[in-house]
C-alpha cells in the first residue's frame, strides 16, 4: 500500500505535507510534492483526502487483494466520492453524503 503522487497535476499547495502523519512527503526541486520512501507509508490516506488537485492517489496493490486498482478521493460540499479504478479501466464508485453518514 502506498500513494502514488502525479507531479504534472501538483500544485505546491503543501496540503499533503501538512496532513502526513508519518513526515513522508516534502517538496521536491521542482516545488512539487514527493514522497520521500514509498515503503514507509502507513496508508492513512490523510493527504489523498488534502489534495484539492487530485495529484495523490492511493495504490493498492495485490497484498490487500487490489490487484494494482488505484483509489482516488474527490468531496463536493456535503458529497464525499471515493473510486476505485482498476487495472483494466473499470470504475467502482462509492458515495458518502456527510450529512447522512451519521444519521442512524
Same mark, same amino acid.
Given at each position: 500500500?502506498?500513494?502514488?503522487?502525479? @507531479?504534472?497535476?501538483? +500544485?505546491?499547495? =503543501?496540503?499533503?505535507? @501538512?496532513?502526513?502523519?508519518?513526515?513522508?512527503?516534502?517538496?521536491?526541486?521542482?516545488?512539487?510534492?514527493?514522497?520521500?520512501? #514509498?515503503?514507509? /507509508? *502507513?496508508? /492513512?490516506?490523510? /493527504?489523498? $483526502?488534502? /489534495?484539492?488537485? =487530485?495529484?495523490? @492517489?492511493?495504490?493498492?496493490?495485490?497484498?490487500?487483494?487490489?490487484?494494482?486498482? +488505484?483509489?482516488?478521493?474527490?468531496?463536493?460540499?456535503?458529497? +464525499?466520492? *471515493?473510486? #476505485?479504478?482498476?487495472?483494466?479501466?473499470?470504475? @467502482?464508485? #462509492?458515495?458518502?453524503? $456527510?450529512?447522512?453518514?451519521?444519521?442512524?
Amino acid at each position: 500500500m502506498s500513494i502514488r503522487i502525479r @507531479e504534472e497535476a501538483c +500544485v505546491g499547495c =503543501k496540503r499533503c505535507i @501538512e496532513a502526513c502523519p508519518g513526515n513522508l512527503i516534502r517538496l521536491g526541486e521542482r516545488g512539487k510534492a514527493e514522497i520521500r520512501c #514509498v515503503e514507509d /507509508c *502507513w496508508g /492513512c490516506t490523510s /493527504c489523498l $483526502k488534502e /489534495c484539492r488537485a =487530485k495529484a495523490i @492517489e492511493f495504490f493498492l496493490g495485490a497484498d490487500i487483494g487490489g490487484r494494482g486498482s +488505484v483509489l482516488s478521493y474527490d468531496e463536493r460540499g456535503e458529497l +464525499v466520492t *471515493w473510486t #476505485v479504478t482498476q487495472p483494466d479501466g473499470n470504475k @467502482e464508485i #462509492v458515495q458518502i453524503n $456527510k450529512k447522512e453518514s451519521n444519521k442512524y
